[in-house]
């Protein structure tokens, strides 16, 4: 089945976008919105609890306790700053706080951001327990959408027609949002027989298609290399004058063209990239646009790009300098990234911003520079904390090249600086630890053990070869067995065969 397109295929200018499906159906904000209208002191005093673990409910107590008010608007902003910054169980606190402690009833957005939350912290079989407690007459095309949204994230095809087809009976789905979703699920899963399903039915009962259906259309047909599909939609797009065209859907256009190499084809779309870049997102526009260049493989197109369009005196543009360096790293330009980072730390002496060094240094690690590598690293450190992050990527570089001693060598220094739980690439760690085992380096192994640790729970394997460390220097399971009960480890079968 092919799409078929009428003269109303685009009849509405952009109004909505998936990437604001939150806004919509989970009350999500932006963080400078948020920010401007929380109550600064008490945002102060929860934002210093970090540990997931430790309850942000004291706060709160003690607030109210010194006399001070709380409304329904200042938490559900506090809520929406803890979903911003991830930190799922801390929103879901406030969120339940406010309807236990402060007798504020939840609105339809509430339950449907309080349904992602459980969805994020406890996973969907606790989420769609969540959604059937909900009473009906709460169950609003809000909460709906939470749901199929969930459903799209878990990929839960069935589910989500399901409650799509749902949402069509209860006239919940006369909107963009709930197609949206579902054309996402099916582009996600390579099903695009059932886009054009989609798109005929919209079109059908009339509801328009905005700006996102597009890109996500466009976007399948990307992905499945069907170019001359991805033309004819990008050519009902520019020929609607209602719909203002933007650098996004001329990026997902170029991405097309260079997946099939056609390069000539690209060129176009990339001058229409530059020609289409507002100003307030220029930044991230410009992420994309230095990545489809490198990938054209012109770099002085690449650099007339940067030189052109790259962010003044801006302390937040440390991911275009990021981007640029990985872009020519990609074209074999080392030099050329060793003086994007000179420009950068000339501008921006003041500001810390470790992904730029961090893209340097897979550069070095990429082409087997590892002394470069050391050497930025050491520099970087001078008059400054050591980072976590910086010692890992030469582990990883290291681990690479099979250089092992290097490699457990950089990750010991990695583990004895990181913050509390952090944690190194696992692959590494593993390739470090079995290293180690095979030297017969009982005290390193269990030194490299110690300090994971410290940083946070461990997992079962790494117990394991704990435990096997004991057994071979004949010291004592029994510390080791206490720390796995602690982190929530029962010993088993196979930790029974490892002590004998």
Known sequence: MKLQ????????????SFGKLASIFLNTKTKTD??????????????????????????????????????????????????????????????????????????????????DMVRKIHGIKLAEKYFNNVPNDAKTYKVYGALLHAYVQQRSVEKAEAIMQYMREMGFATSSFPYNMLITLYYKVG???????????????????????????MSAYVAASEISMMEMVLKWVEKDPNFDVDWKVYSIAANGYLKVGLIEKALPMLKKMEETMHLQKRKLALEFLLTHWAGTGMKNELYQAWNTLKPQGDEKMGP?????????AKLDDIEGAEKIIEEWESQCSTVCDNRVLI???????????????????NKALEGGKPYACLWNVLAKGYKRDNQMAKAAEMLKR??????????????????????????????????????????????????????????????????????????????????????S
Not at 5 to 16: D, I, R, W, Y
Not at 93 to 106: E, K, P, V, Y
Not at 359 to 377: D, N
């Open 414 to 499: 990695a583990l004895s600086v990181g913050k509390q739980r952090w944690s190194p690439n696992s692959a590494t760690l593993d390739a470090c630890l079995d290293y180690l085992e095979g030297q017969g380096d009982v005290g390193g192994t269990e030194d490299m053990i110690r300090l994971l640790k410290k940083l946070g729970p461990l997992t079962r394997d790494i117990y394991h070869r704990w435990v096997r460390i004991c057994v071979a220097t004949g010291a004592s399971v029994s510390e080791v067995l206490d720390h796995m009960k602690m982190d929530g480890i029962s010993a088993n079968e196979e930790t029974q065969k490892v002590r």
């Open 34 to 115: 948020i920010h401007t209208r929380s109550s600064g002191l008490l945002y102060d005093r929860i934002q210093l609890i970090r540990d997931p673990k430790t309850s942000v409910v004291p706060v709160l107590e003690q607030w109210v306790s010194e006399g001070r008010s709380v409304d329904r608007r200042q938490l559900r902003n506090l809520v929406q700053i803890m979903k911003s910054y991830r930190r799922f169980t801390h929103a879901q606190q406030i969120s339940q706080w406010m309807t236990d402690h402060h007798n504020l009833a939840l609105s339809p957005s509430d339950i449907a951001g309080r349904l």
């Open 191 to 217: 099903e695009n027989d059932k886009i054009e399903v989609l798109i005929q039915e919209m079109e059908e009962k009339g509801i328009p298609k905005d700006k996102k259906t597009m890109e996500i259309v």
């Open 359 to 377: 893209c340097l240094l897979i550069a070095y690690c990429k082409e087997g520079l590892f002394e470069k590598a050391e050497s930025a690293v």
């Open 320 to 328: 275009s300098y990021a981007c640029m360096i990985t872009c020519l």
């Open 5 to 16: 397109f009428s003269t109303k295929f685009l009849e509405q200018k952009h109004q909505n």
